[in-house]
């Protein structure tokens, strides 16, 4: 168990998502680096999907209320347990008292913007609609629908799943699946239903350039500031429905990223799409920070996946062999 | 296991650059090292066990690789050292990481020590009792 000594720092409770909710105008939610939370449960030994506490913003701290394992992905953000330094992209085991205090997020090989803490068998809190992850619109799932706060408390799903001594971890998947352009963080995007709107020198700006992280910028959606984009003529449109990846032109030409929370449907013409693959590098994205787009196909889209689950796969297989030899030695 | 294979055995770990080489079956155990002050001090359990330095640093232990491995002074994401030469280290504490696939494993000082030497350069591939880190313990 984990009890919450942060004041309202918007960390949240999250899983893979609530897929297959669209249907009733519920949006997937899930958290907004899928790939870090999954590491951080296979770390453990849990499914890829349990629940996790995601960390927007530092320092945030926890106490352990029992003695227990953990595992940090997602930004290394100088972690300490009581004053022992922990390594990012680590698993651990913390005695009951003990603090875990996240620091500010490092810039070093991959500059990113939050933090998962998992513990054995995922957080413990209700699945509504198959999903553990927070509805932050609809005030359900996650922990009691909300943000956490201050003495929030969170129990683990299972005991104990035991850290090898010394702990492991893993190499982060920004490092092994790198994807920049000049120096700046990437991701790939399928042009959407709109895309043909746009003139020709708007669309190629829109590859061209680096778009700025604007400060409103959340787990709903990313608002991006750079050249604006112009329709040739004027689109209008009824609300349909989109997901999280959709790039939305409101009338303005500054692109909004639609993210985890988006809402289920819209009316702004669709320019692009991030693919599935890539939400997790954008997610990691800081505000402030600059980023660009890459022009993709459905193939690339759907190997881009596949690659993500075949690093996936190896972890899980390391991991457990790894497991398995220390349990035996 | 026929005798005259230990030669061949020994060979290949030369090549591969492993400095021990322990093999279990019923009836059998064998344990080869290529410096027999190695082999002496690895532990039952294999793991990162310090050996008694011979020669002038009679109070410096090695710490040996606990596993076969990419050995790095850092971690991946980090840029400065874990433990550069001279650095107060606590037992227990990781002072280089060994990289094997997506798997980084800590290699831990065994008791509290300052560090003295670095053995084999970062990003190097080491074998199971590769004798990595040198220690002073306190």
Known sequence: MIEILSASALATVQDLGRLGALRWGVGTSGAMDPLALAAGNLLLGNDVDAAAVEVPVFPFQVRFTEDGAFALTGADCAARLDDVPLLPWWVGEARAGQVLTLGLPRAGAWRASRAYLCLPGGIDVPAVLGSRSTQLRGDFGGHEGRTLRQGDVLRAGAAESGAPVGGFGLVPPALVLPLQVDGVPAMRVLPAAEYAHYTEASRAAFWAGEWKITSQSDRYGYRLAGTPLEAGANVEMRSHGIVPGVIQVPPGGQPIVQMRDAQPSGGYPKLGTVIEADLWRLGQAPIGSRVRFIETTWDEAISALDQMQAWLANVQRLVALYRRQQARS | ?138
Do not use: K
Not at chain 2, 34 to 42: E, G, H, K, Q, Y
Not at chain 2, 91 to 104: H, N, V, Y
Not at chain 2, 105 to 130: E, I, K, N, S
């Open chain 2, 1 to 138: 296991m026929r005798i005259d294979s230990l030669q061949q055995l020994s060979t290949w770990l030369d090549d591969a650059g492993i400095g021990l080489l322990e093999l279990r079956g019923p009836g059998v155990l064998l344990r080869l090292g290529r410096d027999a002050a190695d082999a002496a001090a690895v532990g039952e359990r294999g793991a990162a066990v310090p050996h008694q330095e011979r020669g002038a640093q009679s109070r410096g232990v090695a710490v040996n690789a606990p596993s076969a491995g990419v050995f790095l002074h850092s971690h991946p994401m980090q840029s400065s050292p874990l433990a550069p030469v001279g650095t107060q280290v606590r037992a227990g504490a990781p002072i280089g990481l060994l990289q094997i696939g997506a798997l980084l494993l800590p290699v831990c000082a065994p008791r509290a020590a300052v560090v003295t030497g670095l053995r084999v350069p970062h990003g190097t591939v080491v074998g199971y009792g590769t004798p990595l880190v040198d220690l002073d313990p306190d």
